[in-house]
Every structure is written in C-alpha cells, then in structure tokens.
C-alpha cells in the first residue's frame, strides 16, 4: 500500500466532516499578460469557467497593511486552483494567493491554498 491509497481517504473524510460545499471559480489570465504573449493584440474575452469543490477554510486572521484590514486564511480542497482565482462558500468569496500541493510519492493528495 502506498502513502496515497493510506491518507487520500482520511482527506475526504475530513472534508466531509469539516469542510462544505463551494465554488471554485477560474479567472481568465491577467490582460496584459495575455497581450504581452499575443505581440500587444487584445485577446478575445474568456468566461470564468466555475467547479463544484468540497473546501475547508481554517481559522481567519485579520491582516492589517497601510491602513487597510485584511482577512487570510487558509483553504484545505481537493480540486488545484491556480492563484488568483476566486472559493466562494456560503456568501464569503475568497481570492486565492500561494496554493501548496501535499504530493507524497508524487501524486497529489490534496491543495492547501492561502486566501484572502
């Protein structure tokens, strides 16, 4: 038996038990990103492709930077976001920042993905 087949269903039993439905929403690239590639042509508009993820957020810490409060956290999932993409739980909708892969023996296991 390898490490995944002994902790991916431990993951999705935790999920079950302390995480809740959510969306997790694509966004298109960053624009002048996209036009950088594309030699300053605009590229054609994208829609925000969503999936339904089992997520757990953990404890929220408020963050203060130039006089503004932020709140971080971290989500726990099964589904790989991309940084910059948007979990939307309940009415809160959180912006994903760095996302750690937990891969032992190379096969993903689950994404702990730093939000705000």
């Known amino acids: 038996m390898?490490?995944?087949d002994e902790f991916?269903?431990?993951v999705v039993e935790m999920l079950d038990e302390f995480g809740g439905n959510a969306t997790l929403i694509s966004a298109a690239p960053a624009a002048p990103t996209i036009d950088a590639k594309r030699s300053g042509r605009p590229a054609p508009?994208?829609?925000p492709r969503t999936r339904?993820?089992?997520a757990a957020v953990g404890p929220i810490a408020i963050k203060g930077?130039?006089?503004?409060?932020?709140l971080q956290s971290v989500a726990t999932m099964l589904a790989e976001p991309l940084e910059g993409d948007?979990?939307?739980q309940g009415d809160v909708t959180w912006t994903i920042?760095?996302?750690t892969c937990v891969a032992p023996q190379g096969k993903a296991i689950v994404?702990?993905?730093e939000v705000s």
């Open 8 to 10: 991916y269903p431990l």
């Open 111 to 113: 994404f702990i993905a």
């Open 86 to 88: 948007q979990l939307k």
């Open 2 to 4: 390898n490490l995944y």
């Open 97 to 99: 920042g760095s996302v």
């Open 45 to 47: 508009k994208a829609t």
């Open 52 to 54: 339904p993820v089992r």
């Open 65 to 70: 930077a130039d006089g503004r409060s932020t």
